[in-house]
């Protein structure tokens, strides 16, 4: 099993930046990807962003290409989003996504495996 905890989401203004965690732990060895995807009031869940453990390839959905960044640190198991100037569209809960399989698409939230509890980002104008 594996657990993802984020943090380092919060309130503030437009054009702010934030740096979002995602600590993982348990049977990390068994994960391909990790993804960042967000939810906000009244839609559904969509993906942000996804990297590789191994290797570091990155992919972002278009919407946040240019303002997003996704990282990880492996020694700590941790992986992170990077989000500058931010707008008020981004306000939504934030949350944290492991897949354990290589091939499926990781721009599908439903195929993560692994899911965090969320973390509000909230954007004012």
């Known amino acids: 099993h594996v657990q993802l905890v984020e943090s380092g989401g919060g309130l503030v203004q437009a054009g702010d930046s934030l740096r979002l965690s995602c600590a993982a732990s348990?049977?990390?060895?068994?994960?391909?990807?990790m993804g960042w995807c967000r939810q906000a009031p009244g839609k559904d869940r969509e993906f942000v962003a996804a990297?590789?453990?191994?290797?570091?390839?990155?992919y972002y959905a278009d919407s946040v290409k240019g303002r997003f960044t996704i990282s990880r640190d492996n020694a700590k198991n941790t992986v992170y989003l990077q989000i500058n100037s931010l707008k008020p569209e981004d306000t939504a809960v934030y949350y944290c996504?492991?897949?354990?399989?290589?091939?499926?698409?990781?721009?599908?939230?439903?195929?993560?495996?692994?899911w965090g509890q969320g973390t509000q980002v909230t954007v004012s104008s």
């Open positions: 996504a492991a897949d354990r399989d290589y091939y499926s698409d990781y721009g599908l939230t439903y195929n993560y495996d692994y």
């Open positions: 990297i590789r453990w191994s290797g570091g390839t990155t």
């Open positions: 348990g049977r990390t060895f068994s994960l391909f990807t």
